[in-house]
């Protein structure tokens, strides 16, 4: 019989670096991991966001530091997890949150668009992996990743963002191969639309005056008739980065509010 924890829910001891957790999804996370028990570095390249979000964690008596983080940047990247490893000593989870949308078709996507989604949406995983990757063979831990329904099925008007998180579910199958040895686990989340206030300032871009009913379109997309929250996703983080998933590795979960059944 393999033990665990009394509760394998809990990340005692634990040290978690989640990428753009300044705000939504990433900052839910980071609230949950920290109740949960873990110390917690904020990744984060906006630095105000940064700082609050590290602010309201310590009010919650969480261990938090802010790391400065560009996740296009290998040299950054790479001084980052140094920095976290100088701060905490160790790290046994990373949550690849960072992430931009983008809505276009193959002929309304302008190549900086495309390439600018490659790069923080693909490079920044890549990059965020292979520089905690040391670091976590250590002490055997975990990766989870941000993906999408969008790399499951189509999506109108979602060509390069689509493509992105492809390419985000087929790096943490790779990676769960490569690493099985080593005792480290990969897996990715999968949502479908999350209420973040990208969400409300897209509406708010691109539809003036029509935010209540664009915002319930998006809504009724997901046959559960709402969106995700951003601490719906954090719980589906939580499972995959502690014992209770020990036996999970290399997997794709989504979390769709019903989309994917029909």
């Given amino acids: 019989m393999i033990l ?7 990340l005692d001891g634990k040290v978690a670096a989640i990428t753009g957790a300044g705000s939504g999804i990433g900052a839910a996370i980071a609230l949950l991991f920290g109740q949960r028990g873990a110390s917690v570095a904020v990744l984060e390249l906006d630095p105000v966001a940064g700082a609050r979000v590290v602010q309201d964690l310590r009010g919650h008596g969480i261990d938090a530091e802010f790391v400065p983080c560009d996740v296009t940047q290998d040299a950054g990247v790479a001084g980052a997890f140094t920095k976290v490893k ?15 949308g983008h809505v276009g078709t193959l ?26 990757m040391p670091h976590l063979i250590e002490r055997q831990g975990v990766i989870c990743n941000l993906a999408s329904i969008a790399s499951l099925i189509g999506i ?22 490569d690493y099985m040895p080593y005792g480290v686990r990969c897996n990715c989340i999968c949502p479908a639309r999350i209420h973040t206030p990208f969400v409300d300032g897209y509406l708010a871009k ?26 719906e996703v954090a719980e589906m983080a939580l499972f995959l980065c502690c014992d209770a998933s020990r036996f999970v590795t290399g997997q794709a979960l989504p ?8």
């Fill in 86 to 100: 100088e701060r905490f000593g160790h790290l046994d989870i990373l949550v690849n949150n960072a992430g931009i």
């Fill in 4 to 10: 665990t924890s009394p509760d394998p829910f809990r």
């Fill in 156 to 177: 109108a008007d979602r060509f390069a963002y689509s493509m992105t998180k492809g390419a985000v579910l087929t790096m943490t199958k790779s990676v769960a191969l």
């Fill in 107 to 132: 002929a309304s996507t302008h190549e900086a668009d495309f390439d600018r989604l490659f790069a923080v949406n693909v490079k920044g995983v890549f990059l965020c992996s292979k520089h905690a």
């Fill in 206 to 231: 691109n539809y003036p005056g029509q935010e209540k009913e664009m915002y319930d379109k998006l809504a009724a997309y997901q046959p559960m008739g709402r969106m995700g929250t951003p601490m």
């Fill in 255 to 262: 979390l769709d509010g019903g989309k994917l059944t029909g």
